[in-house]
């Protein structure tokens, strides 16, 4: 990083940026010797992480910068809008009312970026159905550019209470697709106040029953709190009787970021609490030979007979553990917390497995 350096930058062929990272030191001199030249951003340490393949959002004045896909992660979601028509307790994304359509062109331009061996991708939002005809145009320009990739939406399923809607969406024919849509009781009106919309469960319950008429993959996601614990069990018999044909459940541990923050006392549950009651409304799932995991929950925490279903499921950027599980022998297999878990609010029952210990609980 010396002059002559930054002389061959100013006579180089004119570049979208260059992402200079280091220390503050190291900052500190580059940012003397680049004066004047446009286009650079200089990163601090916590961007060592990008690499070859990763694709970044910058903006025109250089003040932001956003990572949009990492080649090397598991789980890359790409967010087609931040418009909601639910108003879930828990939501990690609170939902605006602002027109966010560049957030659908972004994603056209993902779409033909993004590396062709990638493994899977997410579509999320807010809720992408509210795009209308561009989110299924949006899926057959996935299937049509990443014909390999998995694709999973994250859904809440009522736009296709419209049968034409979701033999649309199959009409598209993507390989690979699967709709996560969550369902949070088998009372409609405790499902309806959990996302703070009247009527939301029957056109949730309408949308499954559509898509899977069409073939349409669909998991299933409850998401474990206070006001979803009292009828858990009592859910997955609802979910066993009535929506047998549905391809994955997915029961889920608690991310503490959006309104979950705010509504924090009103849906915390320790999982050290309700780990009986999770073994039951697995062993509904199983008995009636459906498909189930369990996410977001840590292996210390639930019963041997749930640690099967057990699934790391948390993204890599926001997957952290405590200074206790160190010396666990299982670490590895583990889920893990949400990094928002670690700072706000987690079981005081974590406990390390250790070689040759029987019962660690």
């Known amino acids: 990083m010396n002059d002559e350096w930054a002389a061959s930058l100013r006579n180089a062929t004119p570049f979208a940026g260059l ?42 004045k250089g003040e932001r910068i956003s990572i949009l896909f990492r080649k090397n992660s598991p789980s890359n979601s790409i967010m087609l809008t931040e418009r909601c028509n639910n108003f879930c307790l828990m939501c990690s994304q609170p939902p605006k009312r602002t ?7 972004e994603a ?6 993004i590396p062709q061996n990638t493994t899977n991708i997410g579509f999320t939002g807010g809720e992408p159905t509210l795009c209308g005809k561009r989110f299924i145009e949006l899926v057959e320009a996935a299937r049509l550019n990443l014909p390999d990739t998995a694709l999973d939406v994250l859904t809440n399923g009522r736009a296709f209470k419209n049968g034409a809607f979701a033999a649309q969406l199959a ?18 009106v405790r499902h309806d106040y959990v996302v703070q919309t009247q009527g939301a469960f029957d056109e949730t319950i309408h949308g499954i029953l559509n ?22 069990v009592q859910t997955c018999e609802f979910i066993a009787r009535n929506l047998l044909f ?3 459940v997915a029961l889920m541990g608690l991310e503490i970021t959006g309104f979950t923050r705010t509504n924090l006392d009103l849906l915390w549950a320790d999982p050290h609490t309700y780990r009986d009651k999770l073994s039951e409304a697995i ?3 199983r008995t009636h030979g459906m498909h189930c995991s369990v996410y977001n929950h840590q292996l210390c925490l639930v019963n041997k007979d749930v640690e099967s279903v057990c699934r790391k499921a948390i993204s890599d950027w926001k997957n952290e553990y405590l200074p206790q599980c160190d010396g ?5 297999e583990c889920g893990g917390f949400f990094s928002t878990q670690v700072l706000y609010r987690h079981s005081k029952h974590v406990q390390p497995f250790q070689i040759n210990a029987q019962n660690h609980h």
């Open 19 to 60: 992402l200079l990272c280091g220390s503050d030191e190291e900052l500190t001199v580059t940012e003397q010797v680049i004066s004047g030249l446009p286009d650079v951003y200089l990163l601090p340490e916590e961007y060592f992480y990008l690499e070859d393949g990763d694709i970044v959002r910058l903006s025109p």
């Open 99 to 105: 027109n966010d359509d560049w957030l659908l062109d």
């Open 108 to 113: 056209y331009d993902l779409l033909r970026m």
């Open 171 to 188: 009409r598209v024919r993507h390989p690979n697709l699967q709709l996560g849509i969550p369902l949070y009781s088998d009372d409609p």
């Open 211 to 232: 898509l899977k008429r069409y073939g349409v993959r669909v998991e299933i996601r409850v998401v474990v709190h206070q006001q979803t614990l009292p009828r858990l």
């Open 246 to 248: 549905v391809d994955h």
């Open 283 to 285: 062993e509904v799932l």
């Open 328 to 332: 666990c022998t299982r670490k590895s």
